[in-house]
């Protein structure tokens, strides 16, 4: 269970009278079953998540139809199977939430199975049924019955199941803010402006509802070597809910996950560190603080050291919000099997006289048993194509962990070897059958992505200030991406580096996920510093809360700390808002770079500001000191206070997101017609999946084709094989998997490609028959702002659409 037997009480838990503990953990009475009263109570703190989650798409224009299947979906599509199976792997039980959280993710990693067997066999109209794969077999055979009703969970205390849901419903307040009141479902005007990888997503999962495995939609019948789970879950939504892609892109899915994520983030945190309180912090950690920064506006193309976690995972990578929950699920149980194992490779639950740890506390919670492996593998062959960059960190983060342990005690750690064993098993498989080796462009260059900072090709430095900025732009990448993981350090310390392998385990992935960003160069090396920031929450929650169990707050101490962070939140979020501008350019010059062209300009107001801030610790620090001279309940205490404004400081990126989305366009946000859309969709409405599709869109224009005749450069049209869920047979290429790798911007088959063109502008019947012969095309579809079509085509081809700006033409 967990709560403990510690002297000093966990985060925020109440003790008695006496002294004794009420716990974040409780036993039901004497093992008894919770009265009605008693069940609806401890059920109200996910329904009201679930509620006011439900409010918000409401008033998002979500249809109530939309709402009801998807959460008939997610309950009989991925929980009911999921939590069944979780149940069957697992030893004993721990409580409710646990098993619901984990069977979730198992449920979606059975869903990327009964995918493959449904699309392989052509089953997809059954595929609603497919749950009862699970559910009979539990039923009928009497040794898996016990699994729909187990007894002896630990029921959390509700001080816990607030807190989880508070952080659910406050990331689902910012993702109505800054996504889902700003984004119509469908393009609904012409001067709609959509991100521009939304339709190139939506494609894929289009795309996934009739192949297996999955081509790449604009080229048909080129293979997709990608990491393309992420769309089969989509699909399945589609197939099983039977809600339109629209919908669960722009609506469902992302808060769905977000929510599943953080559930599971608090559940894990309490498990590995066995404080209950852990679970909240790390789940406000990884999803409610966002990267520190001084700069507003801060649009894409001020992300300094790549792809921030929140704003990026809410709407733009899709990939990244499902992998992260399969990655967080991975960690729990490859950290629940190393767990209570020290130095010495010490069973659960023990201890060495005078070494400090936290194996007492972990081991009241029943470990996973053998059945840990058998999840391990589960989560890991989901998470190889969820996101390509979650396995590398943690295998890395498994090395590190054997090394140490190797090193401490001259033993071989054959658990960890074990678990290395299953995990790079499914990379083999993703590297080797599902990328088949592509690169997709990443290439090793040591600070490739960051030594622009500090570039100097004029050699006007001299060798100490080259010194002096090479180190800032560290620093600044550290504070930037990092920040949040500054709990861990108190946890390093107190141990003197004699970490359990638990611990081990979590910094070495907290190590990896940067250090990759500072090797491989390329914009996507940021998503390893998102993996990695998986395990360092985890670790940073664990060593606050023991500088909060040993700052023993009373209640009072508690409530001032609170409304204290989020005071300081709020001053930090409007003095960003209203004096970013003014803050950059006194910084600026106080560096000596007024003009701001220096190649370290960026970095200067987030690093001015962490040493503005510094300053003011600096000095609240003697004065605390000094009060505590006065005040004896002061002292001792302004480490905890400290610690947390330093792990709030990136909190207004948030609160600042919102504000922008309503002010500012994102960067990438490029024009998306609904005339446009709206041919799309007609086509899919009047053709069989199989129907392949012509068109001259191969672009996508900043100003909507403003000017006529304009050069296609940069092959980033999508919207047709997104919105038609049809294949294309040359569409936008930039984002083929061969065009990635080799860095090239022209198509690989200019002889097909002027055959597409040759449909539209030179059309003969020779053509059009070889179209539809060789290549199964159906429709040619016609965007008259690129150019008008021939007028031979309407001979040829029979009109079935126009709209004024798009035309149809059906090849019969």
Known sequence: MGTTDSTAPALGTPTGSAGRRTGSSVPDADGAPLGLRARLTAFLPAAAAYLFLVVLLLAADTSVSDVARYTFYVLWGVMLPGTLVFRLLRRRPHTLVEDLAFGAVVGLVLELAAWAVLVGLGLQSVATAWPLAVVIPFAAVPRLRRHWRPRGYRRMSAGWSWSVAGTVAFTSAYMYGAVLSRNPIVPDSETTRQYIDLPYLLSLAGNAKHNFPLTFPQAAGEPLHYHWFTFVHMAMTDLVGHIDLSVVQMRLMVPALAALAMVITAVVAHRLTGRPWAGPVAALLIFAVGEFNAIYPNNVGHWTFGAPAVPLMSWASLSLTYSQPLLMALIGVVGDALRGRGAGERGEGERAAGEPGDEGRAGRIPAFGRGAFVLTALFAVASSAAKASSLPVTLAALAFAGVMVLIGTRRIPWTIV?????????????????????????????????????????????????????????????????????????????????????????????????????????????????????????????????????????????????????????????????????????????????????????????????????????????????????????????????????????????????????QVPWDGAWPLPASQVEAARWVRAHSDPTDVLVTNGHCRSENDYAVPGANCWNSLSFYLSGYSERSVLVEGWAYSPRLMSEKSGSFWDQPLLQLNEDAVYRPTAGILDQLRERHHVRYVVVNRKVAPESPDLKTLAKPVFDNGRMAVYEIS
Not at 525 to 535: C, K
Not at 536 to 559: D, I, Q
Request: hydrophobic content about 55%.
């Open 418 to 662: 074990g678990l290395g064993a299953v995990v790079a098993g499914a990379q083999v498989f993703a590297t080797a059958v599902l990328f088949r080796f592509e690169s997709y462009g990443l290439e090793v260059v040591p600070f490739g992505n960051i030594e622009k900072y500090w570039a100097d090709p004029q050699q006007t430095r001299t060798a100490v200030t080259q010194s002096v900025v090479v180190a800032a732009t560290l620093v600044a990448f550290l504070l930037n991406h990092q920040l949040r993981m500054v709990g861990m350090i108190p946890l390093l310390w107190r141990r003197r580096l004699r970490l359990e392998q638990t611990q081990w385990f979590l910094l070495g992935g907290a190590l990896a996920g940067p250090a990759v960003y500072l090797v491989v160069n390329g914009f996507n090396a940021s998503y390893f510093t998102l993996a990695g920031l998986s395990f360092g929450v985890l670790l940073s929650a664990w060593g606050y809360c023991e500088v909060f169990e040993r700052a023993a707050l009373p209640t009072r101490g508690k409530v001032a700390l609170a409304a204290g962070t989020v005071a300081f939140v709020l001053l930090l979020t409007y003095g960003i808002y209203h004096y970013a501008v003014d803050w950059a350019t006194f910084a600026l010059k106080a560096v000596g770079d007024a003009k701001g062209t220096a190649s370290y300009t960026p970095l200067v107001p987030a690093l001015a500001a962490a040493a503005a801030l510094a300053g003011v610790a600096a000095v609240c620090g003697v004065l605390w000191w000094a009060a505590g001279r006065a005040l004896p309940a002061l002292r001792g205490r302004g480490g905890v206070v400290l610690l947390t404004a330093a792990l709030a400081a990136g909190a207004p990126a948030l609160l600042l997101d919102v504000q922008q989305s309503r």
